[in-house]
């Protein structure tokens, strides 16, 4: 009635006879009681004296057969029990003529059609034993009830009176192959797993086969020769079971990829998550995300997008083993639950995935470079349940997402995440609420004469439990957590408080606001700045927007339109963190911004001589090549502000400078440097005198007036 049939999901285990498991014993049992049966079986139909109903007999063979070569109608499209119809001819068989005939036809056809789709030798043994001990179960419920057909002495009646009986067979028959059958794949997952999976569906399929029997039986006993009318609700029965399935099967698979689907993710996970419990059989989930697959949709339209996806998947199923589960969660989000011994297996997988997209995809004879990023979470490592495993495992998807490193594995210390900084986003929201988020200002200065180019703001929290929390921890989270526009929208109005504050005492100071990435690909961040400029009367020129290089590797395009848009409105714009990123030069060359900030991470390694020294000198030329002022940040010592001078760079800033201070303090300095308040050119206008033009900024024009010699 069932047989394993070839597994389509992940197995963590492979079927092994080496090893001492329920699997492999009751491979040896089955296999040596059952084919002893089938050769005893095979000597007694050979040996029987007097055949009886010949033709009856021949016929229900032949039907048996071409029944049994069917391709098997499987629950789920991955159990391992199907549903076989020649069931019904077999037990036929097994009430006419005894357990001989029934034992010798359902081996052959057995064998027949394992042989026919090339199952494994171990199936094409297991299969036929199983069947012949099913079938002497039911023999044996045969024997007690009175009835032991022979060939010799078949059963010449079948009444109301034997239903009785024919339900214990069917009942003995059943449970001995759901038995076996799942103690023989018990190494896929648990033996009550296997039972219970599909049970319903399962059941009352084999019942409905097995109910046709006493028909096959009557037609058979009085008129042989109409035995074949008998498949029309046999293949009746077939084509809707196959129907009912190809139905469960879309319903598990997403339509463009042919990928199984978020549910059938998690139906794989629930049972590798079995397995691990069962018997600690370790396993991986791979999280995959194109990287700019967006792009992709909006620049070159959705049929394009669609065809990137079916190409993916096509990859994705050339380098996964077969045990392994692939599937399409929606959009370009990937997961593969990978069999694996430990990190380094999945680790393994998910580097054949990264390499296998080495090569560009050609497309309507477009070359499109798409890389994947991928996150790995481990069981047990990682996590044992299937939520936290897929929720570390985005995370570790994200990380490889930012940190542009392709792959990596889940680590809680860097999980954004965890218990801990999800409560971290509910007190930033708070604190934004209660307006406890401050700025610091930290002075930019010119390096020739040490006047003030104006302050870059920094934001400031201090927890009231946890006290200082530094910007480099609680923006990710805000960029991830979608707050990140609330935090920016605050830092802009505090920016132009302070500017106001300080122009109504008479000091016009431009204001230089970080901006990070998730607000220029967002599209709040114009209107807020428009709305701030205008609540506060502020011309648009005092304010700066720095923003990292890193950013424009990854969103050139959509930068500079964003950009190029904040410009119009008359801010400047600053390329911070500059060296850090991988742009290039042409890509520089169109990006539209008014400074660029050598990241300190060069300036902290300048010694006389050293590589980064020939590095800051060739970042500055590049800068005055493309007719934009350098700032060095990171300042610390008047050695550095020497060779920097010597470079020729245009501003500097950092501790030697000074540390960023809170308004009060920042206006003390500013003052103190700058007694009648007035500021060097801002870098706008800078740019503006490159370009021949005379700059418009309140700061435009103003040469600084009383620049106190730069500090000691
Ligand atoms: P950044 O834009 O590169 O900011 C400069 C960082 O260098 C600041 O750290 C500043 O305190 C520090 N710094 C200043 N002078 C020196 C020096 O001489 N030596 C050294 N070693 N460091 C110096 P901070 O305030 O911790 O900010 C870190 C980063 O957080 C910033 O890097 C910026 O990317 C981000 N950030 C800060 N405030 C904001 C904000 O309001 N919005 C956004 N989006 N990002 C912000
Ligand atoms: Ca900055
Ligand atoms: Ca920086």
Redesign the pocket.
């Known amino acids: 009635m069932s047989r394993p049939a070839t597994p389509a999901r992940p197995k963590p285990g492979e079927f092994s006879l080496r090893t001492v498991s329920l699997s492999s014993l009751t491979w040896y049992l089955t296999v040596s009681c059952g084919l002893g049966l089938i050769v005893l079986a095979g000597y007694h139909v050979m040996t029987s004296a007097g055949l009886d109903l010949t033709a009856a007999l021949i016929m229900d063979a032949v039907l048996l057969v071409a029944l049994e070569l069917l391709p098997l109608v499987q629950g789920r499209g991955h159990d391992p029990q199907g549903v076989v119809m020649s069931t019904a001819f077999t037990c036929a068989v097994l009430f006419l003529w005894g357990i001989w005939p029934a034992v010798l036809m359902i081996a052959v056809a057995s064998i027949a059609a394992d042989l026919n789709v090339g199952k494994s030798w171990w199936k094409v043994a297991f299969n036929p034993a199983q069947y012949a001990l099913s079938v002497a179960a039911g023999y044996l419920v045969m024997r007690m009830a009175g009835h032991p057909s022979s060939l010799a002495h078949p059963l010449r009646h079948f009444g109301v009176s034997d239903l009785g009986w024919a339900f214990g067979v069917w009942m003995a028959y059943f449970i001995v192959n759901l038995a076996l059958v799942a103690a023989a794949v018990s190494y896929t997952s648990s033996f009550m797993r296997v039972i219970t999976d599909d049970y319903w569906h399962y059941t009352s399929m084999t019942f409905a086969v097995l109910a046709l029997s006493p028909l096959i039986v009557i037609v058979s006993l009085h008129a042989w020769a109409l035995t074949p009318l008998l498949l029309i609700p046999l293949l009746l029965l077939y084509h809707t079971a196959q129907m009912s399935l190809e139905r469960e099967h879309a319903a598990a698979h997403d339509a463009l990829t042919g990928l199984a689907n978020r549910d059938m993710l998690q139906f794989t996970l629930g049972e590798a998550l079995e397995a691990f419990h069962h018997d600690g059989r370790s396993f991986g989930l791979l999280l995959i995300d194109l990287d700019d697959f967006k792009l992709v949709n909006d620049t070159l339209g959705h049929q394009v997008g669609d065809m990137v996806l079916v190409h993916f998947a096509e990859r994705l199923r050339g380098c996964i083993r077969p045990g392994d589960q692939v599937c399409r969660l929606g959009g370009d989000e990937f997961a593969v639950v990978v069999a694996a011994a430990d990190e380094q297996d999945v680790r393994a997988v998910a580097e054949r995935v990264s390499a296998s997209f080495g090569d560009p995809f050609e497309l309507e004879g477009v070359l499109l470079e798409i890389e994947p990023s991928i996150g790995i979470a481990v069981c047990p490592l990682h996590g044992v349940d299937g939520d936290t495993l897929l929720r570390h495992a985005d995370v570790a998807m994200y990380q490889a997402k930012e940190a542009h490193t392709g792959i990596e594995s889940y680590r809680r210390e860097r999980d954004g995440n965890s218990a801990d900084r999800l409560s971290l986003i509910g007190e930033l929201r708070q604190a934004l609420e209660d307006d406890a988020i401050e700025?610091?200002y930290?002075p930019k200065l010119t390096t020739v004469d040490a006047s003030v180019l104006g302050v870059?703001?920094?934001?400031r929290w201090n927890h009231p439990q946890r006290g200082y929390i530094?910007?480099?921890s609680f923006?990710p989270l805000a960029e991830r957590s979608g707050i990140?526009h609330l935090?920016?929208e605050r830092?802009v109005n505090l920016a132009l408080e302070q500017i106001s504050t300080w122009r109504a005492e008479g000091m016009h100071v431009p204001i230089a606001?970080?901006?990070?990435p998730a607000?220029l690909l967002g599209r709040r961040l114009s209107g807020i700045v428009t709305a701030g400029l205008r609540r506060h009367e502020i011309p648009a020129s005092m304010l700066q927007l720095?923003i990292?290089e890193r950013m424009v590797d990854h969103h050139l395009s959509e930068t500079s339109q964003a950009l190029s848009e904040l410009r119009e409105l008359g801010v400047t714009v600053s390329l911070?963190?500059f060296g850090t990123g991988y742009s290039s030069l042409m890509r520089l060359h169109e990006l539209p911004v008014d400074e660029i900030k050598i990241?300190?991470a060069f300036i902290?390694s300048m010694g006389s001589g050293s590589a980064a020294e020939g590095i800051v000198q060739a970042l500055v030329d590049l800068a005055h090549a493309l007719g934009l002022p350098a700032i060095a940040?990171?300042?610390?010592t008047p050695e550095e502000w020497q060779r920097l001078r010597a470079f020729r760079c245009d501003g500097v800033?950092?501790?030697?400078v000074a540390?960023?201070m809170p308004g009060p303090d920042a206006t003390i300095w500013l003052r103190r440097r700058h007694p009648d308040g007035r500021t060097a050119p801002s870098s706008h206008s800078m740019r503006s005198t490159k370009a021949g033009l005379v700059g418009n900024g309140p700061g435009a024009g103003r040469s600084a007036l009383s620049a106190v010699g730069r500090p000691d």
Do not use: K
């Open positions: 700025l610091h930290q870059e703001a920094l934001v530094p910007p480099d923006i990140m935090l920016t830092v606001v970080n901006i990070s607000d720095e990292t911070d963190d990241d300190r902290s940040e990171g300042v610390e800033q950092g501790w030697h540390v960023p």
